[in-house]
């Protein structure tokens, strides 16, 4: 373990404490606040697996101490990925990154039991789940949670992934977002077909509930056909909360179409408020009110007591998310073959990449590049900087993150907040389960100060914590269109 | 497939107010809070207490409850979910739900089974779930299939489940840094499972479940064609020629005051509790005790799975007179605190089957 950890380890449980800056919120309207997520990743070098402090992947204990965390400093949301099959690398199991995830709903479910007010965030694609089986899983957790269930809305189209499941890959690329609605529609309507005293309030009634108020769900598009009977009720949020993450241009419209939260990739200043602006363009286009579609982009943090001792902090992350063997492997998932002759600290390859095009496998960052442009443009910024391959592969990879002193990064992201250029960030723990400390004993009690951050849950539901409308069919033609006025 | 008395398993099912169709007339909730974490926590927690060996936690794809005319509960929280939530809530209680193996798809099945496993750190078993009900593919939109196909299809579904969560060996994570490599690719196996109604490439995205394997159980009918563990018996008669058997008791039992058949009248004075192929018991505690004791001796079966009538009452009555009687006479002995489902049955952990080299299975067996 480096010093810079070290430094950590010792300050976190004192930072807070002898702070002394004068909160700036105490006059004057409430400002607008920040959340925070957190996404416990479980694949990608971004997690650091070979530090003396990290735990297990597996073991529901990271998990308990990750979210336990993350519920001590408010956070609204903890989000889990979706593995659908284990990533490969030149045509082999890809062993350098972390690997081995629980199902996220089912892992979701057991922390609902140990927790009260974060919001629970399963990510599930729409491509290789059965609709009848996804929404009442998603209901499920929301029950079992008291109204804390979100699903981040994902898809996929790939054979290689579909290789794991019935349909193999059945579906086209175009067609990824219209087979999605149909299954976000499908999911509503089941959720929906419960009317809201379906149950009887006495146990002298009649019966358990009324028959005729669960309706019988009908849908159908060219790949699904859905016919059958929601199990659950309304939850306390009425639905589960829907997120989103496609960046692409159809990918924010369907967001602004369906979706109540909207992760992006743009956390820094002039990229995230360019992003909200289009972002809020398309949710008046789709007919609903500008604010109604929160904003949460993806964002590391790297906190020191210091400033000089933050940036030698995200000097050991990154060299430890980019190991000399992860340098490499990152040049040949674009050059498409072995180049393990090839010193890491030493120049870039100067033979050309063999495929016309990247693979799947490694997933959706590396999908779908012309390899020779790549090359060309990575060699450039190498010669450019004079960087080794590691060099250049920790320069691609850490355009994200906030390095500073806590007070130094609080003031960064004051102008986030009075600007609405973003609702949250959610924050990708470089360590599990400790990469929260930090933030929460250090960052948060300085957002807290400055009236930024919440200091207490809204309420028990993540509908409530992250200040959302009712869902979309809840609402009626005018309600909406006072909302847009 | 006799066991000692020590590992007689006495499991009980905890889905809904109870099994009879009226049982939540009888409960001590309002019916708007049946389906809430409350009640879940409420009766999981009330099984571990009672020292239960396992719960288990009906399922289907369809409604419960009769499709016409029922007047009973027609909602349900997903089993496999209502199991992992009581992992955190217990430490000795065997958690298995009911899940479907027809239709839906099994690598995710896979996966959420082995995800109990790990979240209760190896006391997860799964309920193999077989019904061909045309109305269960019609909500999955897949061609209905005869009730021999549905048989095979569950086979194959734990057949690839059983390869999935033994596709990473045990010690599969290494984390080398000399090497950079976080797992070792030579203990991660594909699957490579070619079935009539699907194909399936793995390796699972979870690692091995603390057990090596989750406890399989089925139907007796069922339980060998699919390979299960334990096999559910309607009958003492029955035979089944899996490891272990457990025979399904319907239970009412007197309780303040009231006889268990007067009980059991005043309920099906509301919805008639249709009989089943299994044994309904319907008496008192002490006949239960005795019944039970008879059975810890048999040589047939190697315990029991209740089915409350209500839950409220009969849950109660057996945690509160039945289970501690038959601890006092030795003939039950309750999990301990750390104890793995397959421990409380007495059923070792298997080796890898993909393990090649001579592994360390066998020395930690």
Redesign the interface.
């Known amino acids: 373990m480096s010093a810079a950890t070290h430094a950590t380890t010792t300050h976190a449980t004192t930072a807070h404490t002898t702070n002394t800056r004068t909160p700036t919120a105490t006059s004057g309207a409430r400002r607008r606040q920040l959340q925070f997520g957190v996404f416990f990743q479980g694949v990608n070098f971004s997690t650091i697996?070979?530090d003396a402090n990290?735990g297990s992947?597996?073991?529901?204990e990271s998990f308990?101490r990750l979210i336990q965390t993350a519920e001590r400093g408010v956070f609204s949301a903890f989000f889990l990925g979706e593995?659908?099959?284990?990533r490969e690398h030149l045509g082999?199991?890809h062993?350098?990154?972390?690997?081995?995830?629980?199902?996220a709903?089912?892992?979701l479910?057991?922390l609902?039991?140990?927790t009260e007010n974060i919001g629970l965030v399963a990510t599930q694609n729409t491509t290789?789940?059965?609709?009848?089986?996804l929404a009442?899983?998603l209901a499920?957790?929301d029950?079992?949670?008291?109204g804390r269930a979100a699903w981040n809305i994902v898809t996929t189209d790939n054979a290689w992934t579909g290789?794991?499941?019935?349909r193999g890959g059945y579906a086209d690329h175009a067609d990824r977002y219209t087979h999605a609605e149909f299954v976000v529609t499908t999911a509503k309507a089941l959720w929906d077909s419960?009317s809201e005293d379906a149950?009887?309030?006495?146990?002298?009634?009649?019966?358990?509930?009324s028959?005729d108020a669960?309706a019988e769900v009908s849908e159908?598009d060219a790949y699904?056909?859905?016919?059958?009977?929601g199990?659950?009720?309304r939850s306390a949020q009425q639905h589960p909360v829907l997120f989103q993450a496609g960046d692409s241009a159809e990918g924010r419209d369907f967001a602004a179409r369906n979706a109540e939260v909207i992760f992006s990739a743009h956390g820094v200043f002039e990229p995230a408020r360019a992003f909200a602006a289009d972002v809020r363009q398309r949710t008046l286009k789709a007919g609903r009110p500008a604010d109604d579609l929160k904003i949460f982009p993806g964002q590391e943090f790297i906190i020191g007591d210091t400033e000089a001792d933050a940036i030698e902090k995200a000097r050991w992350v990154r060299e430890s998310q980019v190991?000399?063997?992860?340098a490499i492997a990152f040049l040949e998932a674009v050059w498409g073959t072995d180049l393990s002759s090839f010193d890491p600290d030493g120049g870039l390859p100067d033979i050309q990449p063999v495929q016309d095009e990247t693979g799947e496998t490694r997933g959706a960052g590396f999908r779908g590049k012309r390899p020779r442009e790549v090359a060309d443009a990575w060699r450039a910024i190498a010669e450019e900087n004079e960087f080794s391959i590691r060099q250049l592969v920790i320069h691609l990879s850490s355009g994200r993150g906030f390095v500073g002193t806590a007070s130094a990064i609080a003031d960064q992201l004051e102008p986030f907040a009075d600007e609405l250029v973003v609702d949250g960030f959610n924050v990708t723990p470089w360590l599990i389960p400790s990469g929260l400390d930090d933030i929460v004993n250090r960052l948060v009690p300085e957002l807290q100060e400055r009236g930024i951050y919440p200091t207490e849950y809204a309420g028990p539901t993540l509908r409530e914590n992250l200040g959302l409308r009712d869902p979309l069919t809840r609402r009626d033609k005018r309600e909406l269109a006072r909302l847009r006025a | 497939m006799t066991t000692s008395t020590t590992t007689f398993a006495i499991l009980v099912e905890l889905d809904g107010a109870g099994a009879h169709p009226a049982s939540?007339?009888?409960?001590a909730h309002?019916?708007?809070e049946?389906?809430?974490?409350g009640r879940?926590?409420a009766t999981v927690r009330s099984a571990e207490r009672s020292g239960f060996t396992a719960a288990t936690f009906e399922d289907s794809?369809?409604?419960?409850?009769p499709s016409a005319g029922?007047?009973?509960?027609?909602?349900?929280?997903?089993a496999?979910?209502?199991a992992?939530?009581?992992?955190?809530?217990t430490s000795s209680l065997g958690l298995i739900p009911v899940a479907h193996a027809v239709?839906?798809?099994p690598?995710?099945l896979s996966?959420?089974l082995?995800?109990?496993d790990?979240?209760s750190?190896g006391r997860a078993g799964w309920l193999v779930g077989i019904d061909a009900d045309a109305?269960i593919a019609?909500?999955?939109?897949r061609a209905a299939v005869s009730a021999e196909r549905a048989i095979a299809d569950a086979a194959d579904t734990v057949e690839v489940s059983r390869r999935l969560w033994d596709s990473?060996e045990d010690e599969?994570?290494i984390?080398e840094?000399v090497?950079?490599?976080?797992?070792?690719?030579e203990r991660?196996h594909y699957a490579d499972f070619e079935g009539e109604?699907?194909?399936?490439?793995?390796?699972?995205?979870?690692?091995r479940p603390p057990q090596g394997q989750v406890v399989v159980f089925a139907d007796g009918l069922a339980a060998a064609r699919v390979g299960a563990d334990v096999a559910l018996l309607a009958s003492i008669d029955q035979v089944s020629t899996a490891p272990r058997a457990v025979l399904e008791l319907e239970v009412v039992l007197d309780a303040a005051g009231v006889s268990a058949a007067e009980r059991l009248a005043a309920l099906d004075g509301y919805d008639l509790w249709a009989p089943t192929q299994r044994r309904r018991f319907v008496g008192t505690s002490g006949e239960l005790v005795a019944l039970l004791a008879e059975l810890a001796t048999h040589d047939r079966v190697d315990g029991v799975r209740l089915i409350p009538a209500v839950l409220d009452v009969d849950l109660d009555e057996i945690g509160r007179a039945v289970l501690p009687e038959l601890r006092r006479r030795g003939l039950f002995r309750s999990p301990t605190p750390g104890q793995t489902l397959r421990e409380s049955l007495g059923l070792a952990r298997p080796a890898n089957r993909f393990a090649q080299t001579e592994d360390l299975e066998g020395a930690r067996a």
Do not use: C, K, M
């Open positions: 697996w070979s990290s992947q597996t073991d529901f308990r593995g659908l099959r284990l082999r199991l062993d350098l990154d972390v690997a081995g995830r629980p199902d709903l089912t892992q479910a057991a609902a039991a140990i290789y789940n059965d609709p009848i089986d009442h899983r499920s957790l029950i079992l949670s008291g290789a794991n499941f019935r419960w149950i009887s309030a006495s146990r002298d009634a009649d019966s358990w509930a028959r669960v159908r699904f056909a859905v016919r059958g009977r199990r659950l009720p190991s000399p063997q992860t | 939540w007339r009888s409960a309002l019916p708007t049946l389906l809430s974490a879940t926590a794809p369809l409604p419960p409850g029922g007047r009973g509960v027609i909602g349900r929280i997903e496999v979910q209502r992992a939530f009581a992992a955190p809530l239709y839906g798809e690598f995710h996966t959420q082995a995800t109990v790990h979240v750190a109305a019609a909500a999955y939109g990473w599969a994570v984390r840094r090497t950079g490599r976080y797992f070792d690719r991660v109604s699907f194909s399936i490439s793995g390796p699972a995205i979870v690692p």
